[in-house]
Every structure is written in structure tokens, then in C-alpha cells.
């Protein structure tokens, strides 16, 4: 998916954009005095650092194996997904805990996972490797939730790294009469309602075609409007609603077979690990 087209601000080139340098590779289980810094919760668990990665694995987790996999992992997501958000790499140390699905993860993290907050990315497998990263680097540059919940959503899971096509996704559900109109998707009450398969789908989709096509400052000018949902979509991309959606139709279509449709990956393993009860 590359704007080739120097006068738009965005690039969203799914890309091998070259990897930062990394200073130094540790591999270390953490002391107790390392862990007590955090909480006596994570005492146990095992610490490996990488780049800008303080990364922590719970005890029996199956992505310990792949522990230097998922650090370089991580740090590429890191790299390309700031410069497709227009913004620096942060300077300090990223807390990334990886957790056991379990109702245990759930006690020790003291939430639902995945989540972060303003230092720490808490992740379990259940959603794809940058969906929390982007959230968390969104919150690093000041983008708070707005109030259109396709937006909030659809923007991380476009840069996800799942190696999904969420536009041929899209296109399916169009050719299916499963898809949900534009106009409805901003209703946050029929949006949150919708098949979580079926919502990512057009969410992503959608933030991909307005990423593409106009950039990432209009995306957020309609994340962050006050309006109504359709008012907002004319006013900012000056057209009716009902041509601006025919435009995303015809873009998904364009993009359902195109490998630059998605971003990928292929750095870090798909690891299986069964959830404990």
C-alpha cells in the first residue's frame, strides 16, 4: 500500500524500513531486586532486554523460546510504526510484560489483557503483535481516544503487524452483504455491536484508505472532531458520505489481491500456547 505521491504527508509503504541500531543484546533472568522495582508479582518472571525493550515473560509462557525473535520483532514494530505515525522513536525503556493466558495473567496484571498504560505494554497472545504497541505510541504522542470508536480501533489494527488483508477482508463482506455502510459505523452503539472479525475488518480498511489517500493529519482530524459522524466525514474530505464511502469500496477492491495492502510480518514466530484455566 504505497502513496507515491510526494505531496501527501502520509507514507503508508508497508516496507522494510531499516532498523535502528541496537546497542546492546541481554539476555538476563531478572533478581529479585530488579523485579521488586516493578512489584513482588513479577518476581518470577524471566527479563530479557533488547534495544528499547525491557521485555518480561511469565513463568511457563511458550514465547520465552523465542525470546531474541520477539525482541527484534518488537523493535521493528517499533521503528516503522512511529514513522508511519509521523512521530520520534521514545528515549526511555518500554516495559513489554508477555503473559500466560490464564485467569492468573488477569490477577497479576490487575486487567483485562491486552492493555497499557503510559510505560508498560501488557500483551497475551490474543491480539496481533502492534495492536497495543500503536495504542501505546498514539498515547506517546498526545492522540487520546476520540469519540468514534472505528477510528480508535481500525488505526491499530491496520498496523497490527498480522499479515492480514483487511481490505480483501472488506471487499468479502461487501460481496457478502455482510458489510456495515459508512454512515453506520460511526454509531458507536451499531459499531461495538458488530462481529469482532467483521468490525476489524472495516475499521482497518477504512483508516488504511484514509491514511493512503489523505494522510495521517485529515485521519485525525476526524478522530479528534466534536461533530456528528456524517457531518464530520463531509466537512473534512468535502464530499457527501455516500460518494466518500463508494471511493473506500473502490480503493479495497483495488487492494483485496495487492501484497502493499497490509502490513506484515515475518520476524517473529506464531506461536501456539494453549490457555490455562
Not at 460481496?175 to 451499531?190: F, H, K
Amino acid at each position: 500500500m504505497k502513496n507515491t505521491d510526494d505531496r501527501r504527508p502520509a507514507r503508508i509503504l508497508w516496507t522494510v524500513i531499516p532498523l535502528i541500531i541496537v546497542t546492546g543484546l541481554l539476555l538476563s533472568c531478572g533478581s529479585k531486586d530488579e523485579s521488586a522495582e516493578l512489584s513482588e508479582k513479577y518476581a518470577d518472571f524471566e527479563r530479557y532486554t533488547y534495544g528499547h525493550f525491557d521485555i518480561y515473560f511469565m513463568p511457563k509462557s511458550g514465547w520465552r523460546n523465542y525470546k531474541a525473535d520477539i525482541g527484534q520483532g518488537y523493535e521493528r514494530f517499533l521503528t516503522e510504526i512511529c514513522s508511519l505515525l509521523e512521530m520520534p522513536i521514545p528515549e526511555d525503556t518500554i516495559k513489554l510484560f508477555i503473559y500466560l493466558p490464564s485467569k492468573e495473567a488477569v490477577e497479576i496484571a490487575g486487567h483485562e489483557i491486552p492493555f497499557s498504560d503510559d510505560k508498560s505494554i501488557h500483551w497475551a497472545g490474543y491480539y496481533p503483535y502492534g495492536y497495543e504497541l500503536t495504542k501505546f505510541l498514539l498515547r506517546r504522542k498526545g492522540v487520546k481516544p476520540g469519540r468514534f470508536h472505528v477510528l480508535n480501533e481500525g488505526l491499530p489494527h491496520v498496523l497490527d503487524f498480522s499479515s492480514i488483508n483487511y481490505h480483501d477482508k472488506t471487499n468479502r463482506l461487501i460481496n457478502s452483504q455482510l458489510y456495515t455502510p459508512l454512515a453506520n459505523l460511526g454509531d458507536n452503539e451499531i459499531f461495538d455491536s458488530l462481529k469482532f472479525s467483521d468490525r476489524r475488518s472495516q475499521s482497518a480498511s477504512l483508516c488504511g484508505f484514509l491514511m493512503y489517500n489523505y494522510g495521517l493529519d485529515r485521519l485525525l482530524m476526524l478522530w479528534q472532531s466534536k461533530r456528528p459522524w456524517k457531518e464530520s466525514v463531509e466537512t473534512i474530505f468535502q464530499m457527501p458520505i455516500d460518494e466518500f464511502e463508494d471511493s473506500w469500496k473502490t480503493f479495497a477492491l483495488a487492494h483485496a489481491d495487492d501484497p502493499l495492502g497490509l502490513v506484515e510480518t515475518d520476524t517473529v514466530p506464531d506461536v501456539k500456547v494453549e490457555v490455562q484455566k
